[in-house]
């Protein structure tokens, strides 16, 4: 079974709306963390934000914010007021497990093109 | 500023040869992996190191080694290139020990083609 899902393979969106890119997860750690990436034409991947499972609120870095739904084991990114420049692959990843497990699990990505 | 370099952007080799790749990280991180990442795929572990001259296979090892001499330096070998590992390579690091929230900080990859 895939550990990290993410079911959209490409998105198109208006300018200045904004975007919910899902990610679903499977995992019978209670200790885990959620990162989202973004990696753009030119190949680098940009960490955006991250949701530990037992962060009671849910993450927010300026634009991007984190919808964490524990019980559905889901962590959907939310972009307000999308921009030209968010035009980009976006990945879900999770770490499992206790401390001193450093290794990520990545989903498959998410298209996301920005419609001017 | 954080940094994680990759010796090559761009790499040609052909079928057989000893290719190696080189990661360079200037943040004194503990940890180090390589992905490579592939159409459709997402990004898939092949080795990782949590200190100096230790390695641990990732997800799928068979082909490449990997050398930590130092630990600033994270090395991909491949023993015998084949066209099947044609792909692009990402390179990352994190703090060890630091906690749970740590991400990996990455290079801006190494795009190979083996002809």
């Known amino acids: 079974a895939q550990k990290i899902t993410q079911t959209q393979p490409g998105m198109f969106v208006q300018e200045k709306e904004a975007v919910t890119l899902d990610c679903t997860y499977d995992t019978s750690d209670q200790s885990y963390g959620l990162f989202w990436y973004k990696q753009p034409s030119s190949g680098e991947m940009i960490f955006l934000i991250y949701q530990g499972s037992y962060d009671e609120q849910n993450a927010t870095e300026g634009r991007y914010s984190l919808n964490f739904q524990k019980a559905r084991k889901s962590a959907n990114l939310v972009i307000s007021a999308s921009q030209l420049g968010d035009s980009a692959m976006y990945f879900c990843a999770m770490r499992e497990g206790n401390f001193g497990n450093e290794k990520l699990t990545f989903g498959t990505g998410t298209r996301l093109t920005i419609i001017p | 500023d954080v940094k994680v370099t990759q010796s090559s952007r761009y790499l040609v080799k052909r079928t057989g040869e000893k290719v190696f790749l080189e990661c360079v990280q200037d943040m004194d991180h503990e940890n180090m992996f390589w992905y490579r990442q592939d159409p459709g795929l997402g990004l898939r572990l092949i080795y990782f190191?949590?200190?100096?001259?230790?390695?641990e296979k990732g997800d799928i090892p068979e082909g490449y080694s990997v050398s930590r001499e130092k630990k600033e330096r994270f090395s991909l070998i491949l023993e015998s290139a084949s066209t099947n590992q044609t792909s692009m390579y990402l390179c990352a690091s994190s703090f060890g020990g630091a906690g749970s929230n740590q991400p990996q900080h990455f290079g801006d990859g190494t795009r190979l083609s083996i002809l």
């Open positions: 190191s949590y200190d100096v001259k230790m390695k």
